[in-house]
């Protein structure tokens, strides 16, 4: 088996080998990952975080072996500044962005500048979602310039050193099922549902029955029983399925 790590700032992870296939997800500086299959100048990768698989230029990846790989799987240092800048081994400057994972940069040869987290606390989860307000929708983004719904709830579990699924599907199955909202704390994630009954959206719950989320952009919306109500359009944009109690 083989390994590596993302070098680069923000990369895209592909539904199949090719530039024009559906971005699914991102890998951020420092990420790594089990490679599963090679194909041509492309790499079919497994996420040591969330186990989400997919297509990878290999010009995107810096090798590493299996010691070094486990090693990494079990560190949490990631930045907690929205842009920060790495020192590459060549003295150039590189951004990253919030949420990469530091812990990578020694193997790389890199030198950080700039501000990591410091252990879990509940109460900074909707700093730290804070951060991300107004960064626009994008499908299998996750980063400050481009974030969907779940990215958006994993990101901010992730700089807590909490892991989260990557799909909101996939997340809704961690937790415990809150009977009502006014149990609900700040940080504790809201799932939402289609006429289908199929999981399609994830938000941070906030104080006072509000919510963050990504829809079109990271947004602040009132949320109640029956779900989100956009304050924009003066409906209900989001059918509330259950919140779930992570930490």
Same mark, same amino acid.
């Given at each position: 088996?083989?390994?590596?790590?993302?070098?680069?700032?923000?990369?895209?992870?592909?539904?199949?080998?090719?530039?024009?296939?559906?971005?699914?997800?991102?890998?951020?500086?420092?990420?790594?990952?089990?490679?599963?299959?090679?194909?041509? &100048?492309?790499?079919?990768?497994?996420?040591?975080?969330?186990?989400?698989?997919?297509?990878?230029?290999?010009?995107?990846?810096?090798?590493?072996?299996?010691?070094?790989?486990?090693?990494? &799987?079990? &560190?949490?240092?990631?930045?907690?500044?929205?842009?920060?800048?790495?020192?590459?081994?060549?003295?150039?400057?590189?951004?990253?962005?919030?949420?990469?994972?530091?812990?990578?940069?020694?193997?790389?040869?890199?030198?950080?500048?700039?501000?990591?987290?410091?252990?879990?606390?509940?109460?900074?989860?909707?700093?730290?979602?804070?951060?991300?307000?107004?960064?626009?929708?994008?499908?299998?983004?996750?980063?400050?310039?481009?974030?969907?719904?779940?990215?958006?709830?994993?990101?901010?579990?992730?700089?807590?050193?909490?892991?989260?699924?990557?799909?909101?599907?996939?997340?809704?199955?961690?937790?415990?099922?809150?009977?009502?909202?006014?149990?609900?704390?700040?940080?504790?994630?809201?799932?939402?549902?289609?006429?289908?009954?199929?999981?399609?959206?994830?938000?941070?719950?906030?104080?006072?029955?509000?919510?963050?989320?990504?829809?079109?952009?990271?947004?602040?919306?009132?949320?109640?029983?029956?779900?989100?109500?956009?304050?924009?359009?003066?409906?209900?944009?989001?059918?509330?399925?259950?919140? &779930?109690?992570?930490?």
């Amino acid at each position: 088996m083989l390994y590596g790590i993302c070098p680069l700032s923000v990369v895209p992870v592909r539904a199949e080998a090719s530039d024009a296939s559906e971005m699914v997800t991102q890998l951020l500086y420092g990420d790594h990952f089990e490679i599963i299959e090679t194909k041509s &100048k492309w790499i079919k990768i497994r996420i040591a975080f969330d186990g989400y698989e997919g297509w990878l230029d290999k010009k995107q990846a810096f090798e590493i072996d299996e010691t070094t790989f486990i090693a990494t &799987k079990e &560190k949490h240092l990631y930045s907690t500044d929205l842009l920060s800048l790495m020192t590459t081994s060549t003295g150039h400057l590189m951004p990253v962005c919030i949420g990469s994972a530091i812990h990578s940069s020694k193997k790389l040869n890199h030198q950080f500048d700039g501000a990591t987290n410091e252990g879990f606390s509940k109460s900074e989860l909707v700093d730290t979602a804070m951060l991300y307000l107004n960064s626009p929708y994008l499908w299998g983004g996750k980063s400050p310039f481009g974030i969907d719904c779940s990215g958006f709830s994993q990101m901010v579990y992730k700089i807590s050193g909490i892991r989260l699924y990557r799909d909101a599907f996939q997340q809704a199955k961690q937790g415990q099922a809150l009977s009502f909202i006014e149990e609900s704390e700040p940080g504790d994630l809201a799932f939402f549902d289609n006429d289908e009954g199929r999981i399609i959206h994830v938000g941070i719950m906030m104080k006072d029955n509000y919510i963050i989320h990504a829809h079109g952009h990271v947004r602040i919306d009132r949320i109640d029983h029956s779900g989100i109500f956009n304050t924009d359009t003066g409906r209900y944009s989001h059918n509330l399925r259950v919140i &779930k109690k992570i930490v």
